[in-house]
């Protein structure tokens, strides 16, 4: 637990939504969010710790917080949904807290109404289907079992863009937006952008994962129809989350290779560019 709590920084962000809360003098409302923002990570950490994955930084946010982890997803699904979902649970304990503390002198109706309200306007907040929010990862592991890793990933960021672009619309329509909430667009909006430009980084990290730990082995194997003249990198678009791989070639009988030939070959062999009727004698 101290280790993990070695891993806590504080986003710049952070440091903006609480000064604008002090100018306005909500000194009450800004201890309540970082302790609900605190525990919320907490519950990241602590599962994400739980299933042994290599956590680098937790950063806390105003309306959450990122665990950034060492994994590259390649992590079974039901260890990443539950990691998922491990922030957004915390919030259905936090209000028992507050109906106990009421029994003390020191807590009374007023610090309750605005412990619930934060409380409810974090989950509800953090529940949008919008990266790099828990609902947007939430979103991203669907996309995952119906799409190869790189188009659900691609789909998960354009998807977070337009619910963002919404989110954003109705509350310049509907209500006067505060400062708060346009940095805290700003920040999102920023993230799905940086997403956006290192899609590339990502996928290739998670395919070099892939090729150092083997994950293949232990998965359910899915097989992908392939054509013996396609470069290796080609099928490594059709890569699922959770699967190992076997590529049949379409025009040579019983022709099968292993994802792992291929992944030793690009990241060990250097054989970038090579076809995958190359490979039918060394599978």
């Given at each position: 637990?101290?280790?993990?709590?070695?891993?806590?920084?504080?986003?710049?962000?952070?440091?903006?939504?609480?000064?604008?809360?002090?100018?306005?003098?909500?000194?009450?409302?800004?201890?309540?969010?970082?302790?609900?923002?605190?525990?919320?990570?907490?519950?990241?950490?602590?599962?994400?710790?739980?299933?042994?994955?290599?956590?680098?930084?937790?950063?806390?946010?105003?309306?959450?917080?990122?665990?950034?982890?060492?994994?590259?997803?390649?992590?079974?699904?039901?260890?990443?949904?539950?990691?998922?979902?491990?922030?957004?649970?915390?919030?259905?304990?936090?209000?028992?807290?507050?109906?106990?503390?009421?029994?003390?002198?020191?807590?009374?109706?007023?610090?309750?109404?605005v412990?619930?309200?934060?409380?409810?306007?974090?989950?509800?907040?953090?529940?949008?289907?919008?990266?790099?929010?828990?609902?947007?990862?939430?979103?991203?592991?669907?996309?995952?079992?119906?799409?190869?890793?790189?188009?659900?990933?691609?789909?998960?960021?354009?998807?977070?863009?337009?619910?963002?672009?919404?989110?954003?619309?109705?509350?310049?329509?509907?209500?006067?937006?505060?400062?708060?909430?346009?940095?805290?667009?700003?920040?999102?909006?920023?993230?799905?952008?940086?997403?956006?430009?290192?899609?590339?980084?990502?996928?290739?990290?998670?395919?070099?994962?892939?090729?150092?730990?083997?994950?293949?082995t232990?998965?359910?194997?899915?097989?992908?129809m392939?054509?013996?003249?396609?470069?290796i990198?080609?099928?490594?678009?059709?890569?699922?989350?959770?699967?190992s791989?076997?590529?049949l070639?379409?025009?040579r009988?019983?022709?099968?290779?292993?994802?792992?030939?291929?992944?030793?070959?690009?990241?060990?062999?250097?054989?970038?560019?090579?076809?995958?009727?190359?490979?039918?004698?060394?599978?």
């Amino acid at each position: 637990m101290i280790k993990l709590f070695k891993k806590f920084h504080i986003h710049p962000v952070f440091w903006v939504v609480l000064a604008g809360g002090l100018l306005t003098g909500h000194v009450w409302d800004i201890v309540t969010v970082f302790f609900i923002v605190m525990v919320h990570e907490m519950g990241h950490a602590c599962v994400a710790s739980y299933f042994k994955w290599r956590i680098t930084a937790i950063e806390l946010l105003p309306f959450g917080g990122v665990a950034k982890v060492d994994e590259h997803g390649n992590r079974p699904f039901k260890e990443e949904l539950l990691v998922t979902l491990a922030g957004p649970i915390q919030h259905l304990w936090l209000p028992g807290i507050s109906y106990l503390l009421l029994r003390t002198p020191f807590w009374n109706v007023d610090n309750h109404v605005v412990f619930l309200t934060a409380n409810t306007t974090i989950l509800i907040f953090n529940l949008l289907p919008i990266w790099p929010l828990d609902g947007g990862k939430f979103l991203f592991l669907l996309l995952s079992k119906c799409f190869p890793f790189k188009k659900a990933f691609r789909s998960a960021l354009l998807l977070s863009l337009f619910f963002l672009l919404a989110l954003a619309t109705a509350f310049t329509l509907y209500r006067p937006a505060s400062l708060n909430f346009i940095v805290v667009v700003i920040f999102i909006g920023f993230s799905i952008y940086h997403e956006w430009k290192h899609q590339k980084v990502v996928f290739m990290r998670f395919l070099l994962e892939r090729w150092r730990t083997r994950p293949f082995t232990r998965r359910r194997v899915r097989t992908l129809m392939a054509e013996p003249d396609w470069p290796i990198w080609m099928v490594f678009d059709l890569f699922f989350k959770d699967n190992s791989h076997h590529i049949l070639l379409t025009s040579r009988e019983r022709s099968v290779i292993h994802e792992s030939t291929l992944l030793e070959a690009y990241f060990g062999g250097k054989q970038i560019d090579h076809k995958l009727g190359e490979f039918i004698n060394v599978s």
